[in-house]
């Protein structure tokens, strides 16, 4: 295959961009996270203190604001924002942001751009099912609420957040709940993608799953 494109969608905490980054190197494609495009747009809406109900002032935002990824860095402005959009404030309100249909439209144009001309394994929400149908690949990859907040929330206590896995539970819990329920492009598995449970699985065994199926498949 000259040229290869995987779809990685699934919830959050699943291990998508775990497993995405580690089957990049190996494949020695790009990696594409979409989620940071949508928690770029958040963190700008944050430092600029918008209503995140306003849905008509995130949307001028956006036409005042340059989000680009490549090279495994999300660039905001020009700025790399790798570790501040990872912030709980962040996640807390990215979906709000995500549910606004033109939002989603410039979004994907810029996903489809940069699957466009070279192979790639993009992860997020509406990869398989929206942004890259015609994906050679396309994967769902999911775990049990308990797993993925337990996850999330060693990730977050690593980091020294205060926060409590209750708390990280429920947000989770909201975020998935917004994200199926949206109008537009919602995350769904669509019919031809492959399903990967990671439920306890280690990340090797997850990443071994996809590599045979996509070995196999080549
Ligand atoms: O890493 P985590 O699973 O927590 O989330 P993410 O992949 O960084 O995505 C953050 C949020 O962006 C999701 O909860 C969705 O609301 C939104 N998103 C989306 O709507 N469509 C995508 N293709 C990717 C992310
Ligand atoms: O991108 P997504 O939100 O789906 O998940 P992630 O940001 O990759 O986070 C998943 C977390 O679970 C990471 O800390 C991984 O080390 C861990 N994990 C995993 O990804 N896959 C497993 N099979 C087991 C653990």
Known sequence: ??????AIDGPAGAGKSTIAKII???????????????????????KNNIDFNDKN???????????????????????????????????KNVSKVARIKEIRI????IQRKIASNKSVIMDGRDIGSHVLPNADFKFYVTASVDERSHRRYKELISKNVEISLKQ????????????????FSPLIKSEDAILIDTTRKTVEESVNE???IIKKGM
């Open 24 to 46: 990049a190197k190996k494949l020695n494609i790009n990696y594409v996270d979409t989620g940071a495009m949508y928690r770029a747009l958040t963190l700008k809406a944050l």
């Open 106 to 109: 410039k979004l994907v144009e």
């Open 168 to 183: 990280v539970k429920e947000e989770i819990k909201q975020r998935d709940e917004i994200d199926k329920s949206r109008e």
């Open 57 to 91: 002032s995130l949307i001028s935002l956006l036409d005042k604001t340059d989000i680009d990824y490549y090279d495994n860095h999300i660039y905001l402005d020009g700025k790399i924002v790798d570790n501040e959009i990872r912030s709980n404030e962040v996640s």
């Open 1 to 6: 295959m000259d040229k290869i494109v995987i």
């Open 210 to 212: 996809i590599l045979n």
